[in-house]
C-alpha cells in the first residue's frame, strides 16, 4: 500500500471548554490502569466509504475533523497530556495537559476496494502488498522513552483515491480498555456530526481508585496484609531500585518488525457466520444439562480445541517436542467490570480501564477428547461468569486497594503465565455494535463505518493472541470476526483440518 504522510497536526483541546485544568495539573491514573504494560497500545481502523452523491472535497474532510476533534478532547482533557512513570513508586500519571494530541494527515493512490471494505475477513492467503497496513497508522515505538515523551492518543486521516477516507486510532492501553476506546471514537463522530453540541452526559474521566483517602494504621495494614489471588510482590534487583527514567530511555528502536524466523507467527481475519456460531453452540451444548453457556463460551472451547490439537500435531511434525514437555495449554480472556461492580462504582460512561483478566490451565486429555466441547465450554463458563458474584466484588474491591497502596508499583507482578506454544487468550469486542451508523458515522445520512478491525502490529502479533468483533453488515452471514495469531506451523495444520474448516466462513493472511 502506497501511503504518503502529509503533514502532522497538534490538537488542543478547545479554548471554549467549560472547565480547563490548568496544564501543569496532574491526572492521576489508577490501579486498574496500572496493570497494563505502559508501552501496549490499543489500535483501531475505522474505515468510511464515500457515497456517490459526496463530493471528495466534503467528505469527512480533514478541517472538520480537526474541528471536532478539539471540541471533543475538552471533555478528554487527560488525552492531550503525556505519560509520566515515577522512576521509585511506579505510579502513572498525565502530566503536560494540553501538550497536544497528535493527527497525522495522508494520501493513499489506491482504491477502497474490496481487500479492504466489502471483502469477508477473506479468502486464502494474499499478495502481502495487499494486506491491512501499519501505514495508516501514526508510527509508534513500544519503548517507554517514545511512550512518555510522545502523544498518548494519536490519529492518521488518510484519504483514498477513490475519496474514502480511514481513521486509525492510537491510544495507551494503560489509559483506557476497549470501551474507552469506542466510546471515544462515538463522542467524537457525534461531535462531528453535530457541529459542536455539547454531550448530554459527558464521559467519566476520572481513574477508579487513583485516590483512596486517608486510612487508620490497622486499616491500611490490613489492606496490605491482604493476600490477592493473581498478584504478588517481586524481590526487588538493583535495576528495579535504580530504573532509567522514562524520559530519557531511548534504548532499542523496537518500531521494527519481529526477526523473521522458521516458524514465523502469523495473523489471520477468521470469518465465522451467525449459522457457524448457532452450529458450534447447539454442538457445545449439553442436552441434559440445565445449565446455560453463551456464544463466547462455545466459540472459546472450539478454538481452544482445535488450536491445542493442531499445535500438538506441528509439534510432533517438528520433532522438537514430545507430550512430556509440550507446554501445558491455558486459556485466558478480560471481563469487564463495568456491568460486575455496578454503575455506583463505575459508571456507563466511564472511560478507563475496567478490566480483570480470568485465566485457567486447561487438562491436555480433555482438549484431545472427541466430543468434549461441552464440558470445555462448561469450564469457560465458570470461568467468566461472576455477574451479582458478591465474593467476588469483595475480592476484586481488595485486591484494587492492595495494588494502590503498594509503595512501589514496579515490583508488583501477575500470576499469570504466558507459554509460548500452549497459551490461548481472546478478548472479546463483539458486543460493541461499531457498525451503527447513528453512532459512528461521521456524515450524516447513514453513512456509518464499511469496516472495522484491529490490526496485526509489533505488541499484538503474539502467538494466541486473538479479537473477536462485529462483522461488517455488508458481508454475507454477519457473525463475529476473528482476528488470530498463531505461528505458521499451527496455521499449516489448521487448514487441513475437516472440523475447523466446516465452520470456518473465510479468512486471509496479515
Not at 493513499?108 to 495487499?130: A, F, N
Not at 492518543?153 to 494503560?174: D, E, K, M, N, Y
Not at 455494535?433 to 447513514?446: I, K, L, Q, S, T
Request: glycine share 6%.
Amino acid at each position: 500500500m502506497s501511503v504518503q504522510l502529509l503533514h502532522s497536526h497538534n490538537i488542543r483541546y478547545a479554548d471554549s471548554a467549560p472547565s480547563q485544568p490548568p496544564r501543569s495539573s496532574s491526572f492521576l491514573l489508577g490501579p486498574l490502569d496500572s496493570l497494563v504494560t505502559p508501552t501496549i497500545p490499543i489500535a483501531i481502523l475505522f474505515v468510511y466509504t464515500k457515497p456517490a452523491h459526496h463530493a471528495s472535497s466534503s467528505f469527512m474532510p480533514l478541517q472538520r475533523i480537526t474541528q471536532a476533534l478539539s471540541i471533543v478532547l475538552a471533555s478528554y482533557p487527560h488525552l492531550t497530556g503525556r505519560l509520566e512513570l515515577h522512576p521509585q513508586t511506579g505510579v502513572r500519571s498525565i502530566t503536560d495537559l494540553n501538550k497536544g494530541a497528535n493527527l497525522l494527515e495522508a494520501n493513499c493512490s489506491e482504491l477502497l476496494d474490496e481487500w479492504i471494505v466489502k471483502h469477508p475477513p477473506g479468502t486464502s492467503p494474499r499478495d502481502p502488498s495487499r494486506t491491512i497496513s501499519k501505514t495508516l497508522f501514526a508510527p509508534f515505538q513500544p519503548t517507554l522513552g517514545y511512550v512518555c515523551n510522545h502523544a498518548v492518543l494519536t490519529i492518521q486521516h488518510t484519504t483514498f483515491a477513490c475519496g474514502g477516507v480511514s481513521l486509525g486510532f492510537r491510544w495507551l492501553h494503560t489509559l483506557c480498555d476497549a470501551q474507552g476506546s469506542i466510546q471515544f471514537v462515538q463522542d467524537f463522530a457525534r461531535v462531528y456530526r453535530e457541529r459542536g453540541e455539547e454531550f448530554e452526559r459527558g464521559p467519566c474521566i476520572e481513574s477508579f481508585m487513583s485516590s483512596l483517602g486517608s486510612f487508620e494504621k490497622d486499616e491500611r495494614k490490613m489492606l496490605l496484609d491482604f493476600k490477592p489471588e493473581k498478584y504478588h510482590i517481586d524481590q526487588p534487583t538493583s535495576a528495579e531500585t535504580e530504573p532509567t527514567s522514562p524520559k530519557n530511555d531511548n534504548s532499542d528502536n523496537s518500531d521494527e518488525a519481529p526477526d523473521e524466523t522458521s516458524d514465523p507467527v502469523v495473523g489471520r481475519f477468521i470469518h465465522f457466520t451467525a449459522t457457524s456460531l448457532l452450529k458450534i453452540k447447539a454442538t457445545a451444548t449439553d442436552p441434559t444439562s440445565k445449565s446455560w453457556i453463551s456464544t463466547f463460551d462455545a466459540l472459546s472451547a472450539h478454538l481452544l480445541q482445535r488450536v491445542y490439537l493442531s499445535r500438538t500435531s506441528a509439534s510432533q511434525r517438528r520433532a522438537e517436542d514430545n507430550p512430556s514437555t509440550a507446554p501445558l495449554p491455558n486459556f485466558l480472556t478480560p471481563l469487564n467490570l463495568r456491568s460486575r461492580l455496578g454503575e455506583a462504582l463505575l459508571p456507563p460512561r466511564y472511560f478507563g480501564n475496567a478490566l480483570q483478566s480470568v485465566y485457567t490451565d486447561l487438562d491436555p486429555l480433555l482438549l484431545a477428547t472427541p466430543n468434549s466441547l461441552s464440558e470445555l465450554a462448561r469450564q469457560i463458563h465458570s470461568l467468566t461468569d461472576t455477574t451479582l458474584n458478591t465474593s467476588f466484588i469483595r475480592s476484586t474491591l481488595r485486591t484494587l486497594s492492595w495494588i494502590a497502596l503498594q509503595p512501589n508499583k514496579l515490583l508488583i507482578r501477575d500470576e499469570f503465565e504466558y507459554r509460548p506454544g500452549g497459551t490461548l487468550m481472546l478478548s472479546h469486542w463483539g458486543k460493541f455494535d461499531v457498525y451503527n451508523p447513528h453512532e459512528f458515522g461521521f456524515e450524516r445520512g447513514g453513512v456509518g463505518p464499511s469496516r472495522v478491525m484491529t490490526p496485526f502490529t509489533e505488541t499484538s502479533l503474539v502467538d494466541g493472541l486473538g479479537y473477536l468483533l462485529h462483522v461488517s453488515p455488508g458481508i454475507e452471514g454477519r457473525g463475529l470476526e476473528l482476528a488470530l495469531a498463531l505461528q505458521k506451523s499451527t496455521w499449516d495444520v489448521l487448514d487441513l483440518d475437516p472440523v475447523w474448516g466446516k465452520f470456518v466462513a473465510n479468512q486471509f493472511v496479515q
